[in-house]
Structure formats: C-alpha cells, structure tokens
C-alpha cells in the first residue's frame, strides 16, 4: 500500500515499500494495520545467495587510477547500497536514479514507474584493492536476485529493474560477457533478466534513503530483505568483507 504524501521524509520513505504503490490511505491506524499486514506477507522473504564463478572476461584496472566508479540497479536501493557499503575497497555507495533525466529524478515520480529511472546505486572504488569483475560478482550473487524482470521481492515496476550501467566499454564488455557466461553456466533457476544500458547520468536520490540500512536495522523491510543479504556477503565473501560500513552521511 502506498501512502498519501506527509510532510515527513522518512515517512515518504517508510510508505513506499509497502507491498502495492497505487492506493492511498491516510492516517497512523491504517499505516500500522498496512505494516503489519505487509510483514506477514511471504513474497517479502529474502532471496538466498548463489555462489557464482567470477567472470571469465575481466577490466583491467586503468594505470595510476586511484578509483573508479560503477552504477548498478537491483531492486530498492536501501539493500544493494548497504551490501556494498561493507565491501572492502568501496569508497562510496550512494543510491540514487539512472535510466532517466535531472527532471524525473525524484523519489515519488520515479515510484510511478514511468520515468526511465531505475533505483540505482553509484559505487566509487578502489581497482588496487578490488576490481570491477569481484563488484559483479556481488551483485549477482548477494545483491539481488538477476531473473526477476521488473521487479526485486515484494517490490514491483520498471524501476525496480535488474540493470548495469557501465562508465565505459570496457565495463560494458565485461558485464555482457559475465552475464552470457553465468547464463551459459545455468547457476540461477532461470534466465538472467539484467539488462545493460547506457549511462546517461546519475542522480543521488534524496538524504533520507542514504544510509537506510545502517540507520534503520531493526526496520521489518530493513530486516526482511536487506540483512541476510549483508549476512550473505560476509559468509560468500569473507575475503572482501567489511564490518564498519563506508557511509554517505559522515562516519565510518
């Protein structure tokens, strides 16, 4: 259920992953009975994680580059943003809107499903300590689940869309290759859905979704959906790792 508008940003935030994003209902009685509803929900249940081969095809790291910047999308961003934040090597992970333009790039329009825009994450790193290739390999594995098309869990639309955007065309080869390899290998339960488009701009979303997951823990779709894929990483992914998040808003 998708909530009228308040003059809360957190609430804005809060409303828009309940399970439908067409009716609106008022007042606090009915956002506790549409939470509560929601959590029970079974559709909202985390994807597990699939151990992947790493790519075949990989970026080389350009000379003397210090970091490099990748822009992926896989459903809510509160989740793919969080996972990355605890991957060694990543110096920033902020959420945001691709696929569109500056205009659109707004957290209700883009909740309409009409404006191009994918919920999206740019992730700033370090190719000395971690290639592009290894962040593929997370995203696929623990970061969202690649074969649902227009669509992550309990959150359906366009802009929930498994999609890379690469920065260049070496990161375009590599993630149209990997997905051809993990296609061919058949590692999911079914054919990859992730598309590859071109990168036109990236817009930060709005203050109140950065740093969601570190700041709202306890938060049922925080809790449902987005921890075990953290848990997922440090267990898939020991090697690469970190306990203290890399933040947007100040800390670690």
Not at 111 to 130: L, M, S
Request: glycine share 10%; proline share 6%.
């Amino acid at each position: 259920m998708k909530l009228s508008k308040t003059s809360s940003n957190q609430a804005q935030a809060i409303h828009g992953r309940l399970a439908s994003r067409r009716s609106a209902l008022a007042g606090g009685a009915l956002l506790l009975a549409g939470l509560a509803l929601w959590q029970a929900a079974p559709t909202s249940a985390a994807e597990s994680a699939v151990v992947i081969p790493a790519p075949a095809d990989e970026k080389a790291a350009a000379d003397n580059a210090s970091t490099e910047t990748a822009v992926i999308a896989g459903g809510c961003f509160w989740g793919v943003q969080g996972v990355f934040q605890h991957v060694k090597g990543v110096k920033s992970a902020v959420s945001g809107y691709a696929g569109g333009d500056a205009a659109s790039a707004k957290y209700e329009a883009v909740g309409t499903g009409r404006t191009g825009h994918a919920e999206a994450v740019r992730v700033v790193y370090d190719p000395r300590q971690i290639s592009y290739g290894r962040l593929l390999q997370i995203y696929f594995s623990v970061a969202h689940n690649p074969t649902e098309l227009n669509r992550q869990g309990p959150d359906t639309g366009t802009q929930y869309r498994s999609t890379i955007f690469p920065a260049n065309a070496d990161q375009a080869r590599v993630a149209k290759s990997y997905i051809a390899q993990l296609d061919k290998a058949k590692v999911f339960g079914g054919p990859i859905a992730t598309t590859v488009e071109p990168l036109k701009a990236f817009y930060p979303a709005e203050g109140y979704h950065q740093d969601f997951l570190v700041r709202n823990p306890s938060y049922p779709y925080i809790v449902i959906n987005d921890l075990p894929k953290v848990e997922n990483l440090q267990r898939v992914f020991p090697a690469v790792y970190r306990s203290e998040p890399v933040l947007v808003n100040g800390g670690a």
